[in-house]
């Protein structure tokens, strides 16, 4: 049996999973990193620890499935997007620890950049938004704030790169920094109508533009590795797709009106939109869905902070479970939230808010609030903000939904599920695809190899489907959802 070794690296852990080439999982191993918080409203990881789990991934799902060396194909890598590393590319070490895609120490430089009026122009080159969650900012803070890093940089000795690219280069022993273009175009570096690097981008942050990696296709083959000796002979890396975009791989979203929406430690909702970029409506933005030597197609994306991340707050830091798979029960044992709503804005408020400023809040509660009104409000305010950024697309963008394929952890809750068909009223397709980011990857890596001949192979393997339909009448959705949205006025309000 032929498998693909897919890294899948996200914000809080780093899987390894073997898939066959029909697409079912063979085996995963998953190991988590460390988060630090070294200021209010900064994120960073530590790079060389996230290489490290890289390795020791790899090697565990390799003894523990006992799949023959010879037996896997290549390795394909998906990867946390926009969270960024620079390092030195002599000694290979980082300068600073990755500045994560939650981090808010950039929001200074955006506002020099807005001052300046230069929202319109990098909205319309890059397709986003001036917002400290894209990977720029937090690569001009470190050069303008670490020691010695500004010399170095410009006398070409440093290099930035978003994960995937730190990955590559460390797997390869620094033969390969490269990036492929879904990662990118999540950087507000790069041009989504020329495709390429854009160079006044750089020039007005003072990042010198030889820092970036090179952009290929991501059905291209980057490198080769035998992952520090773990293999007998160098495997092809093929196959890299930021998560989000490997997730709409993953899931087929392979024409216009397809959507995704991925539930992780944030969330991704993208609708693709076809051969070319267009506009997105505000509080959305444009992003290259995935390059392939055959093909390009764009989507319109929308990105909130904080869905799985506060489940994990529940149960982490208040305490009031004792894992994610109890909501579900918890949740469902009372018949509504009893006028209760949480608003997770932990790190502020993404699309379509984009306000860094705003905070978390839980209000609408009594004295008969209980632990399940509160947890049921957490699991609804997923819903809600799903809600907020396919309503912006269908509504305002003019495109239909065909369909929402979903894909994460949460999935599996049928509460928040239903919840989810019920504020869209629409039907959602929870597919009996595993690990749908990883699995995009993996399908690119065999795109690149030559083990599939094009898009319809990969779709035909898709066999299972599960649609969920809304069952509240309107008047009932709106009552919900304009309480919500109250409820965000109220955390938007803390800013001012």
């Not at 803070?141 to 170095?152: F, P, S, Y």
């Not at 705003?358 to 819903?383: D, F, W």
């Not at 903000?385 to 697309?393: A, F, G, R, T």
């Not at 065909?402 to 597919?431: C, H, T, W, Y």
């Amino acid at each position: 049996m032929s498998c693909f070794l897919s890294i899948d690296q996200s914000t809080s852990a780093t899987k390894a999973v073997l898939f066959s080439e029909t697409g079912r999982v063979v085996h995963r191993e998953n190991l988590d990193h460390k988060q630090y918080y070294p200021q209010p409203g900064w994120v960073e990881h530590d790079p060389e620890e996230i290489f490290t789990n890289t390795l020791k991934v790899i090697k565990r799902v390799v003894e523990i499935s006992e799949v023959d060396h010879d037996q896997i194909l290549g390795i394909a890598i998906t990867n946390q997007r926009e969270t960024v590393v620079v390092w030195d590319k002599y000694t290979g070490k980082p300068v600073y620890n990755a500045i994560v895609w939650q981090c808010n120490r950039g929001v200074s430089k955006c506002m020099e950049l807005k001052e300046k009026g230069l929202e319109n122009s990098i909205c319309e080159k890059t397709g986003l938004i001036i917002d400290p969650y894209f990977s720029a900012t937090g690569i001009a803070w470190v050069l303008d704030n670490i020691e010695g890093a500004r010399q170095k940089a410009n006398n070409g000795r440093l290099l930035y790169g978003t994960i995937d690219s730190w990955l590559i280069w460390n797997l390869t022993g620094g033969k390969i920094h490269a990036t492929d273009h879904s990662n990118a175009c999540r950087t507000m570096l790069y041009n989504i109508n020329k495709m390429c690097w854009d160079v006044d981008i750089h020039k007005e942050l003072d990042i010198p533009v030889r820092m970036a990696p090179e952009i290929k296709f991501s059905d291209e083959i980057f490198g080769y590795t035998d992952a520090g000796g773990i293999f007998n002979r160098p495997l092809p890396i093929a196959g890299i797709l930021g998560d989000s975009h490997a997730a709409l791989f993953g899931q087929n979203c392979f024409d216009a009106g397809m959507g995704k929406a991925t539930y992780g430690t944030g969330s991704s909702i993208m609708m693709n939109i076809g051969s070319k970029p267009v506009r997105s409506p505000e509080g959305l933005v444009t992003s290259i869905g995935y390059a392939l030597n055959s093909g390009v197609s764009y989507v319109f994306e929308g990105n909130i902070h904080c869905t799985g991340a506060t489940i994990k707050w529940l149960q982490d830091d208040l305490k009031l479970i004792k894992n994610a798979a109890e909501t579900e029960e918890i949740a469902s044992s009372v018949t509504d939230t009893d006028g209760v709503y949480f608003v997770p804005a932990f790190t502020g408020l993404g699309a379509p808010y984009w306000d860094n400023g705003a905070r978390a809040l839980i209000c609408g509660m009594s004295r008969g609030t209980s632990k399940a009104h509160v947890v049921r409000a957490a699991l609804e305010a997923i819903a809600f903000q799903v809600k907020d950024l396919v309503d912006l697309m269908t509504q305002q963008a003019g495109i239909s939904l065909k369909e929402l394929r979903v894909d994460g952890g949460p999935v599996r809750n049928n509460f928040l599920m239903q919840f989810q068909a019920d504020v869209l009223n629409a039907s959602i397709n929870r597919s009996d695809i595993e690990e749908a980011s990883a699995l995009g990857a993996a399908f690119t890596c065999g795109l690149a190899i030559g083990i599939f001949k094009d898009l319809k192979q990969i779709e035909d393997l898709r066999t299972v489907n599960d649609y969920i339909t809304g069952k509240l009448a309107p008047d009932e959705i709106d009552l919900k959802y304009n309480g919500w949205k109250n409820a965000v006025k109220r955390a938007l309000l803390i800013t001012e």
